[in-house]
């Protein structure tokens, strides 16, 4: 029973006993090797089923330029803000300098930074498109995320339009710092703006979505729309594990189990996806 | 304070430390008070300064919000409860008279002994911690108080029960919220500025962190285990991500810093109350001058400049 627990938290509202989800994609293995249930495809056999498993149905990572190919009418998309790129205020050091993480991460994905906004129109319907990247630095969130997300609202306010945003990231990037931390109030406003212009945030939480980005735009949408199995949390199950020392419910964070507990509207097979935007775009009038 | 002046200060506060000039981030504070700031910021923290900042920020001894109240304001009436769910013990909230005006005011809770840090639980909101706190923000709102926030948590709480809560939406909400008050707001921070837990009631017209509060996207500990794999690498993470209010200050992320008594807080909460108090009044009288549409406008446009960029 939900409640006050003797130590006087409030935790504790259902107990599965299952595996430790944070477990689920562990391992390593080849990227086209479901996870779930082991088939291997060849990499076009993936890209022909939207990177879905023909077999058990298991949703595979679909990087931002195939993420908008996926959505978008083909020859629609142009990228803007394209020539943004992070710079290293705190002149940040780990194992190695962030420059030469950021260049890495350029150099292995093609992208500027973790997410790909511009303009597209999926149907027919004209909107704007965010669509973020986990394979750039974790798709972490610091300012080139932030300024590219705030200026694709601030594009989409202009025309009172819509703004889809396909979120996949760890959270806030650490080597920024505080500036990172900045930028969820910086979505955070935007989003407000494009919302009192009229305009309509469409989110899309893909797996994974968690951390900074969770606790700013990505939750802020008019329709919230999560794809099947996708870890949608602010804490990821790895820190909730050792934090709370509880056994975690099998499905924590998922998008099943936020769509149980009334944080999303919708939980959205990839193959639907592009048909359920279109119709949102339609019902919202976005497409003036 | 001219535009000119403006830049002219973000000119010198970038020459010091090598920054790069923040891309149209306005500084909102005064000339004078930044002035004497500065000569702070030309002894260049270091390393030894900086950890002993997490270590102060998070001193047993350190006061905490209700510490605060207790000496700043009167006629305090706590508020109690979300409307929803329950009374999250980590977050307070109320209003009270602060030199004669009616004030709301949010903050963080921290326990002083063990039952209490367990009551509290450490400092760390659920949901409805962020929920009571947007109920206050809009009650302020409603009735014309400016709105304080006390900042003082590790985090927001990483529990089950707390993601079936929806953690990232209320703090995205609470942020929203801060975001669309008519209301002057001054938000400060008064020992552990932790991520996305403290931003959700941090989103101010002026933002003060005390002398030694920290304010970052993660603990040092927890950066140090995801970047270094080790917890102890703590003090190196501290140094690599400057989580002191000196370089909060230099990188535009808060407005001022608020002295404490020599020593830390901890030394003489009468005192510290004292100067906090001071920093308070000063903030809320210059934020009454202004129009309330022009301080939402100014918020946002002050929120939407954060960070550092670069073209190719």
Redesign the interface.
């Known amino acids: 029973m ?1 409640g ?1 627990s003797a ?8 107990e599965h006993k299952k595996s430790d989800p944070s477990e689920r994609d562990g391992g390593g293995g080849h990227p086209n090797t479901c996870p779930r249930c082991g088939s291997h495809y060849r990499d076009d056999e993936l890209a022909e089923h939207l990177r879905v498993c023909p077999h058990c149905g298991h949703h595979f990572p679909v990087k931002a330029h195939e993420r908008v190919a996926q959505l978008a009418d083909p020859g629609t998309f142009e990228e803007e803000d394209g ?5 290293d ?2 002149e ?4 190695k300098p962030y420059v030469e993480r950021l260049a890495e991460a350029e150099l292995g994905t093609g992208l ?1 930074d973790a997410i790909l906004t511009g303009r597209t129109a999926i149907e027919g319907h004209p909107c704007r498109i965010a669509a973020m990247d986990f394979s750039f630095m974790g798709g972490s969130m ?3 995320v ?2 590219r997300f ?1 200026r694709a609202c601030e594009r989409a306010a202009e025309d009172a339009g819509a703004l889809i945003s396909v979120s996949a990231s760890g959270g ?15 979505t ?6 494009l919302q009192d212009a009229g305009g309509v945030l469409l989110s899309v939480l893909a797996h994974p979505t968690t ?2 980005v ?7 949408g008019d329709v919230t729309l999560a794809e099947p199995g996708a870890l ?4 990821g199950p790895r ?2 594990a050792q ?2 020392r ?1 056994k ?2 099998d499905d ?2 998922l998008a099943e ?1 936020n769509f149980r ?3 999303v509207d919708a939980v959205v097979p990839r193959a639907e996806l592009r048909a359920t935007l279109s119709r949102l775009l339609r019902l919202f009038g976005a497409s003036r | 304070m001219s535009q000119e002046a403006e830049l002219g200060l973000r000119d010198r506060l970038a020459q010091l430390s090598g920054v790069k000039l923040l891309r149209g981030t306005k500084l909102s504070a005064e000339l004078e008070r930044l002035q004497r700031q500065l000569e702070r910021l030309r002894q260049d923290t270091t390393d030894e300064e900086i950890w002993r900042s997490v270590e102060l920020a998070r001193h047993e001894k350190r006061p905490y919000t209700l510490d605060y109240v207790e000496r700043m304001l009167d006629d305090w009436f706590e508020l109690h409860g979300d409307r929803a769910r329950m009374d999250d013990h980590a977050v307070v909230a109320g209003i009270g008279s602060l030199g004669g005006r009616t004030i709301a005011l949010v903050g963080h809770q921290k326990g002083r002994d063990l039952k209490e840090r367990a009551t509290r639980n450490f400092g760390m909101a659920y949901p409805e911690g962020y929920r009571k706190a947007m109920r206050t923000m809009e009650l302020a709102g409603r009735h014309g108080f400016p709105l304080v926030t006390l900042v003082d948590t590790p985090g927001a709480y990483p529990g089950i029960a707390a993601e079936q809560h929806g953690q990232g939406g209320a703090i995205a909400r609470s942020q929203a919220a801060m975001l669309r008050l008519e209301v002057p707001t001054v938000a400060v921070v008064i020992g552990e500025g932790g991520s996305g837990g403290a931003i959700a009631i941090a989103v101010a017209d002026r933002v003060l962190m005390q002398e030694h509060a920290i304010y970052s996207v993660i603990s040092p500990e927890g950066c140090a285990s995801i970047l270094w794999r080790d917890a102890a690498q703590a003090k190196k993470a501290a140094s690599a991500f400057k989580p002191d209010a000196a370089h909060c200050l230099e990188l535009g992320v808060i407005d001022g810093i608020v002295p404490e008594p020599e020593g830390g807080a901890q030394i003489d909460h009468d005192a510290a109350a004292v100067l906090l108090r001071e920093a308070l009044v000063a903030h809320l009288d210059e934020l009454a001058a202004v129009a309330a549409d022009e301080l939402r406008r100014r918020r946002r446009a002050k929120f939407r400049a954060m960070g550092v960029l670069a073209h190719v």
């Open positions: 939900p006050v130590a006087g938290n409030i935790d504790v509202s259902i020539d943004l790129r992070s710079a205020p705190l940040f050091f780990d194992l500027g610091g300012s080139v932030g300024e705030a806030a990037r650490m080597q920024e710092g505080i500036l990172a931390l900045m930028q969820l109030p910086k955070v406003g935007a989003v407000g703006e951390g900074g969770t606790a700013s735009f990505a939750s802020l949608t949390s602010f804490a820190v909730v934090t709370t509880e975690l419910p924590f964070g189990s507990f009334g944080h």
